[in-house]
């Protein structure tokens, strides 16, 4: 932290050094002060994509969704083609409730990104609240093939496997998740 505030102390006006301190509070989770570091970089820079996206991915955590999906569409405005922007902007619908336009905004990123197991499990989650249950568990088994340490992934195909009724696939699943989520608590 003490190398993002000194390089802000030698040029304060340097958006990309704002952006890292962002990030760098971002991984500590200090969010609220991420969210200042994104907007004053935003502010200094206002056609950097990623300090749009990551601010939305933070007004997210404090679930004030309609300001992250505003600062999503200006990412996606600035960088048509990322593929990162739609699968945040998936996730953010699917938390408004709006499972449709999700979908289709998981579908963009994956056709920018085929590899991309964030949209998957975006996809997956939109298309389980859907009712499209054997469609949300082909894009949380792609998304678990992409990256097998993922536990929302595990998550997602728990909660599928419980809404079909298949009790012992879902605490499989769910056990598996747990497990990926405390070693993740480890490091």
Do not use: W
């Not at 699968?87 to 990104?113: D, M, P, Y």
């Not at 996809?123 to 568990?137: C, D, F, H, I, P």
């Amino acid at each position: 932290m003490t190398i993002c505030e000194q390089m802000i102390r030698i040029d304060p006006d340097s958006a990309h050094y704002h952006f890292c301190k962002g990030q760098t509070l971002t991984g500590l989770q200090r969010y609220r002060e991420a969210l200042a570091a994104y907007s004053k970089s935003i502010l200094l820079d206002p056609q950097d994509a990623r300090a749009y996206r990551m601010k939305a991915n933070v007004l997210s955590v404090f679930a004030r969704f309609k300001e992250a999906l505003e600062a999503c569409e200006q990412a996606i405005e600035l960088e048509a083609t990322n593929a990162t922007a739609y699968t945040v902007k998936g996730g953010i619908l699917q938390k408004l409730g709006h499972n449709e336009e999700a979908l289709e905004a998981c579908e963009q990123a994956l056709q920018f990104n085929p590899d991309d197991e964030s949209a998957y499990v975006a996809k997956g989650e939109a298309l389980s609240e859907l009712g499209r249950y054997e469609e949300a568990l082909v894009a949380f088994k792609q998304a678990s093939r992409l990256n097998p340490r993922d536990p929302d992934a595990y998550k997602g195909k728990g909660k599928v496997f419980e809404r079909l009724g298949k009790s012992r696939q879902a605490r499989q699943n769910y056990e598996k998740a747990r497990q990926l989520n405390a070693g993740e608590n480890r490091l």
